[in-house]
């Protein structure tokens, strides 16, 4: 059931957000904060725990809960125009890095992240070091966030590929 007043009382003001992970085909940043109702069905009927309310109310994902299996039941159980249909878009469109406190990048063994990685995205190579070091194949990369949660270190970040601070002015009201 569509809160209407809800969604009216979201349109009638501007609202800024940080950058965040929304749920799995969202078709972008502003239909997202324009339709979502921040009705929480979807944080609810999340089996991983991954969905959280963010930042003005709106639901985000944060990976260090755990990762994305995409079963699809927090789309399941959306009822706004939010999402692309599943087979017509990557799931996520996220930019993934991994930062220089890596443990392997600073000599200590480690390949958590790779034993993670259903995809094989990650790969160690030896390069000029006696340590093997990650790597990542981004064509590989489904942005399941599973590498995130093992890391001991926090050293992989996913982030979404948008830098702006304001992502959705809605002025009108319908
Ligand atoms: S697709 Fe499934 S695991 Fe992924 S965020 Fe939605 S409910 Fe959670
Ligand atoms: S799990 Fe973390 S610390 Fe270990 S190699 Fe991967 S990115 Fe580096
Ligand atoms: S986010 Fe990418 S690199 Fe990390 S486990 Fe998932 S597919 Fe592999």
């Known amino acids: 059931m569509v809160d209407l007043a809800r969604r009216n009382f979201f349109k009638a003001k501007s ?3 940080k950058p965040a992970i929304r749920l799995p085909y969202v078709a972008n940043e ?3 904060i324009e339709n979502c109702t921040q009705c929480a069905r979807c944080i609810t009927s999340c089996p991983e725990n991954i ?5 003005a109310g709106f639901p985000e994902i944060d990976f260090a809960r755990g990762e994305c299996t995409f079963c699809n039941k927090c789309i399941d159980v959306c009822d706004e125009p939010l999402f692309n249909h599943v087979d017509s878009a990557p799931a996520f469109d996220l930019h993934i890095q991994i930062k220089g406190n890596c443990l392997a990048v600073n000599q200590v063994f480690c390949q958590s992240c790779q ?3 259903d995809t094989e995205a990650i790969s160690f190579r030896y ?3 006696s340590i093997p070091q990650p790597q990542i194949l981004l ?3 489904n942005g399941c966030g599973a590498c995130v949660s093992v890391c001991p270190q926090a050293s992989i970040e996913l982030s979404p590929h948008t830098t702006l601070t304001k992502v959705g002015e809605i002025n009108e009201c319908s």
Do not use: Q, V, W
């Not at 969905?51 to 930042?55: A, E, H, L, S």
């Open 15 to 17: 609202i800024h957000t």
């Open 30 to 32: 502003d239909t997202f």
């Open 51 to 55: 969905i959280i309310k963010g930042d």
């Open 115 to 117: 034993d993670s990685c």
């Open 127 to 129: 390069l000029d070091s």
């Open 139 to 141: 064509d590989s990369c």
